[in-house]
T-cell receptor, first 109, second 115 residues
Framework: AQRVTQPEKLLSVFKGAPVELKCNYSYSGSPELFWYVQYSRQRLQLLLRHISRESIKGFTADLNKGETSFHLKKPFAQEEDSAMYYC???????????FGSGTQLTVLP | ETGVTQSPTHLIKTRGQQVTLRCSSQ?????VSWYQQALGQGPQFIFQ???????GRGNFPPRFSGLQFPNYSSELNVNALELDDSALYLC??????????????FGPGTRLLVL
């Protein structure tokens, strides 16, 4: 069965500092991985997906199949990046998402 | 373009009761997925509906059931409520497309409290 692990429940960094949110997965097939974000009082929304190899709001994430990781990185954190971040893996006949338990990122001024 | 909407926003029930939650998919979306998010956890997949039929199911008992209507809106029904059913229930819709590559768009959720 698939599993997504986010080892940090809480992460605080200062504005301008680099940030890395960790995500590890367990899946026997070829993984499709995503990062979702939930800002305060807003709904869950897609931030980026590995297949697109894109940078959104300065965030990037690289799939490392050897380490089964999909860490989210940003070189210079901004206060508006403060939010709950969820890593997710898509699988199954319904292409359903399996989420990690989330990391609450706080960017301090 | 209207996003995914859910009703009600909050609900309080007692053990043993039944509840129905509703979801209107985003315009043009024909697939609806339901997730349960317990406090401090990530969302957990319940089931998905496509063309009015269940298209996949997570590890939830049969007392969790659903419907999808011809306009693609959906209901989640939970019978014989238990205390552990207290959670945020999220609905997500996705557009038609190829190979299941489509993004899921989430609604704001319904918070259910079972006393």
């Amino acid at each position: 069965a698939q599993r997504v692990t986010q080892p940090e429940k809480l992460l605080s960094v200062f504005k301008g500092a680099p940030v890395e949110l960790k995500c590890n997965y367990s899946y026997s097939g070829s993984p499709e991985l995503f990062w979702y974000v939930q800002y305060s009082r807003q709904r869950l929304q897609l931030l980026l997906r590995h297949i697109s190899r894109e940078s959104i709001k300065g965030f990037t994430a690289d799939l490392n199949k050897g380490e089964t990781s999909f860490h989210l990185k940003k070189p210079f954190a901004q206060e508006e990046d403060s939010a709950m971040y969820y890593c997710a893996l898509r699988s199954g006949s319904a292409r359903q998402l399996t989420f990690g338990s989330g990391t609450q990122l706080t960017v301090l001024p | 373009e209207t996003g995914v909407t859910q009703s009600p926003t909050h609900l309080i029930k007692t053990r043993g009761q039944q509840v129905t939650l509703r979801c209107s998919s985003q315009s043009g979306h024909n697939t609806v997925s339901w997730y349960q998010q317990a406090l401090g956890q990530g969302p957990q997949f319940i089931f998905q509906y496509y063309r009015e039929e269940e298209n996949g199911r997570g590890n939830f008992p049969p007392r969790f059931s659903g419907l999808q209507f011809p306009n693609y809106s959906s209901e989640l029904n939970v019978n014989a409520l238990e205390l552990d059913d207290s959670a945020l229930y999220l609905c997500a819709s996705s557009p038609p497309g190829r190979g299941g590559q489509e993004t899921q768009y989430f609604g704001p959720g319904t918070r259910l409290l079972v006393l």
